[in-house]
């Protein structure tokens, strides 16, 4: 399995932004057909919440983050971000990223059990 490494997490008011990144060594960021992002509070289950697809670079959005995030891939630099913007305090929640090799994001949605590799964890607060 190649390692993924999450950063960009932090402390930000309701309304600002925040960019996660999700970084892969050179030779196994290629590796990964899907790279999702899940959130999990405390005392809640993990949420599948952003997904992309190497192969046509589809997209695809939780109800609960659609049109205030945006997930992207930038090949050159092995990593896949996951900007946030009008964060809301309901937005707090450790981030992860996860990748496969064979899975197909889609509308369907995205488990944790789609995915075979994880980071680490990135925390995210928002809050006044």
């Known amino acids: 399995q190649v390692q993924l490494v999450e950063s960009g997490g932090g402390l930000v008011q309701p309304g600002g932004s925040l960019r996660l990144s999700c970084a892969a060594s050179a030779s196994g960021f290629s590796y990964y057909h899907a790279i999702g992002w899940f959130r999990q509070a405390p005392g809640k289950e993990r949420e599948g919440i952003s997904c992309i697809n190497r192969s046509d670079g589809s997209t695809y959005y939780s109800d609960s983050v659609k049109g205030r995030f945006t997930i992207s891939r930038d090949n050159a630099k092995n990593t896949v971000y996951l900007q946030m913007n009008s964060l809301k305090s309901e937005d707090t929640a450790v981030y992860y990223c996860?990748?496969?090799?064979?899975?197909?994001?889609?509308?369907?949605?995205?488990?944790?059990?789609?995915?075979?590799?994880w980071g680490q964890g990135t925390q995210v607060t928002v809050s006044s």
């Open positions: 996860a990748g496969d090799p064979m899975y197909y994001c889609s509308e369907d949605g995205q488990d944790a059990e789609d995915f075979t590799s």
